[in-house]
Every structure is written in C-alpha cells, then in structure tokens.
C-alpha cells in the first residue's frame, strides 16, 4: 500500500510539531485527519497543506472518551480505515516546585499526555485489528523528557516516561494484529511553543542557558520515515534532536 493509499490521523495537529508532521504526510499523499482542541488552527493547517480534499479537520480533546470516539468513528466515515496515528497531543505544567504544584495541574497533564494518548490508542488498535489490510503503525512523542527531567517538571516528566511504558506494551500488544508501535524522542524543535529555549531556561545547577534547537522539518521527516517502513519492520525508539542540545549529560 502507497502513501497514496494510506490515512493518518495526527493529534495536537494545529500547532508546532503536529502541524509540521501533518503538512508533510499530505504532501506524501495520506489522507490527514487532523485533531485538536481549536477547530480554526486545524482548520488553517488543512488550508495550507492545498490538499483540502485529503485533509479533515476534527476538533478533538484527548482527555474526553466520547469525543476520542467520536474522531475515529469520522475518520472511518470519511476514508474507510486507519493506517497512522501520530500521538501528538501534549501539555505541560507550570514550572513550579514539586510541592506547590496544584492537583488539577498535575491531573489536566496526566488527562492529556498519557490518559489521551491511551484513549487513542485504543480506538486505532480497535480499526486497524478489524480493517482489510489489516494492521497499521502508532507512533508515539515522547520527548527528551522520557529519558531526563528538566528543573520543576514532574508532571510532563512522569508522563512522557509512562508514554514508554505505553510504547512497549502496545509495541507487543499489538504484534498478533500486525499493529507497530514506536516512539519518536524529540528535542527542542523550532515552532512557537520553544521560543523560551531561544531566550534562556533554568538548568539544573540553576543558571540559565540558550538551548540549541532544529528545524521542526527534521521532526516531520523523521516521523515520514517511522510511517513509512513496511509493517514487518519497525522503529521502536528514535531520538532526534540539535547535536549541541544540553541532553546527553543533563543534569
């Protein structure tokens, strides 16, 4: 089965990495199905793919079953079957000391980083079990924050190391349905949501420093590349990231 063939759907796609990775699975000829939260910024990325008739734009929060139900139940309306899901969707919390840290923001980033991409992994699995070609892949953002925390990160930090927890199980899970399950690492990538890299952020012996970033195109290209591999093989792990990027040896 081509790219021409093939439907996606990338979550937290209005923005940052998930619009980059959306523009260029439409410009590799996949059938996007785009979900978020604002309904008019995956609507201004479906304009700008020019490929309008392929792209479908779906407000979707992650955190609500129904409405997680209710994107794959459009996407399997609109074209049939499922071949990608990008777990994208993420958010973090205000960079606070672990013990002034509010429950509700510790919850609303455990709802959308792990309990969201659960939810969508469940209802591609529930497609792509049941379509003819039957399987598919999932690939899920990690980021560099499922290897090493940042200064008063806990939530995003336990839940993008309970995203490889994820990754594995559905990696196995998934093998007697011809499901792959990988994970794409990323660094800092250059979209509005790093800015503050460019500007300076805490380290952990408490200076502040610049971060390296890349271009967000490496991002989608590597995702391209993830996607693309036949379901016989797979990435289980991949890192991308600036080669001067303060990882190796955080801390």
């Given at each position: 089965m081509t790219a021409l063939n093939k439907v996606a759907?990338?979550?937290?796609?209005?923005?940052?990495?998930?619009?980059?990775?959306?523009?260029?699975?439409?410009?590799?000829?996949?059938?996007?199905?785009?979900?978020?939260r604002r309904f008019e910024r995956l609507e201004k990325t479906a304009s700008e793919s020019g490929a309008r008739p392929r792209a479908l734009a779906v407000a979707t929060d992650v955190s609500n079953p129904e409405s997680v139900r209710s994107l794959f139940a459009k996407t399997k309306a609109a074209f049939g079957r499922l071949d990608l899901l990008f777990n994208n969707a993420g958010m973090g919390a205000p960079p606070v000391p672990i013990e002034d840290l509010a429950f509700e923001q510790w919850k609303a980033v455990v709802d959308v980083n792990l309990t969201g991409m659960f939810l969508c992994t469940q209802e591609a699995i529930r497609i792509m079990k049941n379509q003819d070609p039957r399987g598919g892949r999932i690939i899920n953002n990690g980021s560099i924050s499922a290897h090493a925390p940042r200064p008063n990160s806990a939530p995003y930090t336990a839940t993008k190391h309970a995203v490889t927890g994820l990754t594995k199980s559905t990696s196995l899970d998934g093998r007697k349905y011809d499901i792959a399950c990988g994970q794409i690492d990323i660094g800092n990538a250059v979209t509005e949501m790093s800015e503050k890299m460019a500007r300076g952020v805490p380290q952990a012996d408490g200076s502040v420093a610049i971060e390296p970033r890349m271009d967000v195109a490496h991002v989608a290209a590597s995702v391209l590349y993830m996607a693309g591999l036949p379901l016989d093989a797979n990435v289980q792990f991949l890192t991308v990231m600036a080669t001067k990027m303060p990882f190796v040896g955080r801390g």
């Open positions: 759907i990338v979550t937290g796609a209005g923005t940052g990495i998930g619009k980059a990775v959306a523009l260029a699975l439409l410009k590799e000829g996949y059938c996007v199905v785009l979900a978020g």
